[in-house]
């Protein structure tokens, strides 16, 4: 379970910092055009954006790995014993549900028909199905970290002892 944790960790996390510097560049790249050359390149506008997507989805799965998304230690920090057990195991139970039913199954049904459609972006002539999955692809990292939290929570271990064990 932890080495699965991680190796996630480490996948989600170098894609987004891949992407991250992918956009800083394209955005230079935008502003060399535009006040440089003073012929503004036609498709940096529409890359941002979607990579824009990319991370802010991926990277929502990433702190919900990493368990520092806001929610899901506002409840069961004041909480102790049985009742933060029972708070961790719903809360988990929750974006689990969530993240399987709307984000994997409507985000998947989102990229059939976009895909299905044929509709394509005005600059870049992309597929918008292609910049659509990343709502299923994030829900199921979420599915997976909220799988291995509920099942930590179903074994006793708190998000103290996984911080006391350098897991965070």
């Known amino acids: 379970m932890k080495a699965?944790?991680?190796?996630l960790d480490r996948l989600l996390g170098g894609f987004i910092c891949a992407l991250m510097g992918a956009?800083?560049?394209n955005v230079l790249w935008q502003v060399f055009t535009r006040f440089v050359l003073r012929q503004p390149?036609?498709?940096t506008e529409e890359l941002a954006r979607y990579m824009m997507i990319w991370v802010g989805l991926l990277g929502s799965a990433y702190a919900a790995g990493k368990?520092?998304?806001l929610a899901l230690d506002l409840i069961t920090?004041?909480?102790e014993g049985a009742r933060k057990r029972t708070s961790e195991l719903f809360i988990h139970a929750a974006v689990l549900v969530f993240a399987l039913a709307v984000?994997?199954?409507g985000g998947g049904r989102l990229v059939?028909?976009?895909l299905t459609l044929g509709q394509?972006?005005?600059a870049l002539q992309w597929k918008l199905g292609y910049v659509y999955l990343a709502v299923p692809l994030a829900g199921a990292c979420i599915v997976v970290y909220s799988a291995l939290s509920l099942l930590d929570a179903l074994r006793g271990e708190t998000e103290a002892v996984q911080k006391s064990s350098g897991l965070n």
């Open 77 to 79: 920090a004041r909480l």
């Open 4 to 7: 699965l944790r991680h190796t």
């Open 67 to 69: 368990k520092s998304h």
């Open 41 to 43: 390149s036609s498709f």
């Open 23 to 25: 956009m800083v560049l």
């Open 103 to 105: 984000m994997v199954g």
């Open 120 to 122: 394509q972006s005005a």
């Open 112 to 114: 059939y028909i976009q």
